[in-house]
């Protein structure tokens, strides 16, 4: 087996701890804000030490890695399972689990308890919810019991029934006025960040222009606070069309679909492993067939 050293000792030492309160600095000093998807320790690792500063264990996992249809089906145990790994690979960052749908729906109280799981046992320092002034009473909730809490309106994927799809958000002066009522909502319940995705760039420069709370865009323009894209859209491993908002920094699937070939070509070839590749036994060790092998071994070996 090949092993991960988690605790590295060439591991670079990570900066300042990334924080609710430094986020909100961030934003008054216009100094835009990076974030990233992340779903296991290898990605949340390289990530971290890149000096991105927000990793969201996001819902979208259900479909870059868990190869489901949408993330309505994503469970509390997927998630918790994920943000474990998530926060084993991570020192700097501020790390945010999203709720998925079905652990803040039901109830205020079942709300709570399933945030204090992220934060008990995944070591979440944020939990992420969608929804607008129809969630204030849950981010106050939370916000009350000690749980940061970052809100997401716009397009949201767990509402994908009820807006027929994934479209655009608030492209009408109507639709426009309740999102900004809907992000001022969040924000007086004591949301830390809001998230503002799939809605025209005119919109969320209103709505961060209106907030003093950070606002992160995914399809959103670029005059939100700080942008976020899904690890697997950033490096083009989606197996789908790119959304218009997406921009590849870099093609690590022609790179695996390359290496794999590589490796089933070796192998086949005969030319992996090599002889430098492989254990010898040491000289002047008893070779395989001295004393002390039992007779059914030495019955075994001569038969083969």
């Known amino acids: 087996m090949s092993l991960t050293e988690v605790r590295d000792a060439t591991r670079p030492t990570a900066g300042t701890k990334v924080t609710p309160q430094s986020l909100l600095r961030s934003k008054h000093a216009s100094t835009p804000i990076t974030a990233i998807t992340a779903y296991d320790y290898p990605t949340a690792r390289l990530a971290d ?23 309505l089906s994503v469970t509390m145990e997927e998630m918790l ?50 929804g607008g002034a129809s969630q204030a009473e849950r981010v106050q909730a939370l916000t009350s019991a000690q749980v940061p809490t970052v809100g997401h309106i716009g397009l949201t994927p767990q509402s994908l029934y009820r807006m027929g799809g ?32 799939g809605v025209p760039r005119e919109v ?37 069309k790119q959304p ?16 794999l070939k590589s490796f089933r070509d070796a192998v086949t070839l005969r030319e992996f492993p090599s002889d430098a590749e492989s254990y010898h036994v040491r000289q002047g060790a008893p070779s395989v067939a001295a004393e002390g092998l039992t007779t059914a071994t030495e019955e075994a070996l001569a038969c083969a």
Do not use: W
Not at 56 to 68: A, E, I, R
């Open 49 to 71: 030490e890149a000096g991105i500063d927000l990793l969201l264990v996001g819902d979208s996992l259900g479909m870059t890695v868990l190869g489901y249809d949408n993330t």
């Open 81 to 130: 399972h994920h943000a474990r790994a998530v926060r084993r690979g991570m020192q700097r960052a501020l790390l945010i689990v999203d709720m998925p749908f079905g652990s803040y729906q039901v109830s205020v109280e079942e709300t709570l308890r399933n945030a204090v799981r992220f934060v008990k046992e995944a070591g979440a320092e944020a939990v992420k919810l969608e």
């Open 166 to 197: 994934y479209r655009v958000q608030g492209r009408s002066e109507e639709a426009a006025a309740h999102l900004l009522e809907d992000a001022l909502a969040l924000e007086r319940a004591g949301a830390v960040a809001l998230v503002i995705e």
């Open 204 to 240: 969320a420069a209103r709505i961060t222009s209106v907030l003093t709370i950070p606002t992160i865009g995914i399809g959103a323009g670029p005059d939100c606070d700080g942008q976020i894209l899904v690890f697997h859209d950033l490096f083009s491993l989606a197996f789908t």
């Open 244 to 259: 218009k908002f997406v921009r590849s920094f870099g093609n690590a699937q022609q790179v695996i679909r390359d290496g």
